[in-house]
């Protein structure tokens, strides 16, 4: 079948129409010959969700929706045309029915496009597993084929800093003197490191030490663009809404001594508390409109990763009647001082004029949405884009008053380690 193309437009939710979403439930049968869950399910071409709240391995398109202004030129009509397809669902669950997933750009203003798979299996935290199919008329029969990993991995490796150290921790410098200058208040600095293997890189093996290593991260791959986020930036089940804002940064050691003591340099940093507090305002302020109720803690807690630690604020909320679906909220909140800056405007013409890379969808939204407005987006952070034997890691640091650049330099190289753990196998 020929995927349908969708764009922003009054007229999208008619032509969705077109299609037809059918969900079943998987029985205790079909599963027993998935071993290892969903994730069986995943080969180099599925786009992949797996995270402890939801998991989906999609296959083939059954519709594209483009944004051929980003998300800037809005993200609601989405919904609309999700909840515009004919859908039989018998389980009933976030994530059955039709369901729109991928990743969105860091730029707000670039175009962009979220799939509709033919095929999605899915999965919830009390084990209840389904496969839904999308199609013109009447939806295809489901067919479970596990994945096959017949290629040989890469064994020779060489990396390469997209800029030298040296450049890169002058950029740093020159921020921290806009900032002491009064032209912003801090501005995400991110760095690009490039791989190439000796032969293509595996995606499934790459997701597979991602869900090993990072167990409580959202591993994601869509279209070569993969990785461990650890950054919540919206989920939303019914009036239930959370985001969990991270900033601040350490390193984790094998030493559990060692590392109560680091939690508590960081929880006394006032350079990663400041930093912190910029992005927990942000996105309390940008979710307080649309709440009837919203807790924000007062101080951070530790979120403690296998190669870092992080400053966390979890922060939940009860939407109010008629709340925006679980993207549109996303795209509000995007780019938060996390990955941006603040204030945003100014952050964002400073990267323009001094970073130097194009972030594509490094740092930008990954995620999903049903057609009941639940889902869940974050950061598209630790992350790298693969492209055959070539990857592309990046990394960025939160510069405030007071930043060193070399030490922001060392923070971007513990952070890639868990791209380059994942991918490179020697």
Not at 169 to 175: H, L, M
Not at 261 to 272: H, I, N, P, Q, Y
Not at 362 to 380: E, H, S
Request: hydrophobic share 45%; net charge neutral; with cysteine.
């Amino acid at each position: 079948m020929t995927p349908l193309t969708f764009s922003s437009s009054a007229d999208a939710p008619r032509q969705a129409a077109r299609l037809v979403a059918r969900t079943f439930r998987l029985d205790a049968d079909t599963l027993a010959k998935l071993p290892g869950g969903v994730s069986s399910l995943m080969g180099d071409g599925a786009r992949v969700w797996l995270h402890p709240g939801t998991q989906l391995v999609a296959h083939g398109v059954a519709a594209r929706l483009e944004l051929p202004h980003g998300i800037e030129g809005g993200v609601a009509w989405i919904k609309e045309t999700l909840a515009s397809i004919e859908a039989a669902d018998a389980v009933g669950r976030p994530g059955c029915g039709p369901v729109a997933l991928g990743a969105l750009p860091f730029d707000r203003t670039e175009p962009a496009a979220l799939v509709v798979p033919a095929q999605i299996v899915g999965a919830a935290p009390d084990g209840t597993a389904w496969v839904t199919t999308i199609g013109e008329g009447a939806a295809p029969a489901p067919h479970l084929e596990r994945a096959e990993g017949h290629r040989r991995s890469p064994d020779s490796f060489t990396l390469r800093s997209a800029l030298p150290h040296e450049e890169w921790c002058g950029r740093v410098a020159r921020a921290v003197a806009d900032i002491q200058q009064g032209a912003l208040s801090k501005v995400v600095l991110a760095r690009a490191v490039d791989v190439e293997a000796n032969r293509p890189i595996v995606v499934e093996e790459v997701l597979r030490r991602l869900t090993a290593l990072y167990p409580s991260c959202a591993i994601f791959h869509v279209d070569g663009f993969l990785g461990a986020s650890p950054e919540l930036l919206l989920s939303r089940r019914g009036r239930a809404v959370s985001s969990h804002p991270l900033a601040g940064t350490y390193a984790v050691s094998a030493d559990v001594d060692a590392d109560r003591r680091f939690a508590e340099v960081l929880r006394r940093s006032a350079k990663d508390q400041r930093e912190h507090r910029f992005v927990v305002d942000a996105v309390a302020a940008a979710l307080a409109p649309e709440c009837a109720s919203l807790e924000v803690p007062s101080e951070p807690s530790i979120l403690s990763l296998r190669n870092v630690m992080h400053l966390g604020t979890p922060i939940h909320g009860q939407l109010a009647e008629a709340a925006p679906d679980a993207l549109t909220l996303a795209a509000r909140l995007h780019p938060t001082p996390a990955v941006c800056g603040t204030p945003r405007q100014a952050a964002e013409a400073w990267l323009g004029a001094h970073e130097g890379i194009r972030r594509g969808l490094y740092a930008g939204l990954v995620g999903w949405v049903d057609a009941r407005g639940d889902g869940d987006w974050f950061i598209g952070i630790r992350s790298a884009t693969v492209d055959g034997a070539r990857a592309r890691m990046v990394a960025g640091v939160g510069v405030v008053a007071g930043s060193n650049p070399e030490a922001e330099l060392v923070e971007t190289q513990l952070k890639l380690q868990a791209m380059l753990a994942a991918i490179i196998r020697p």
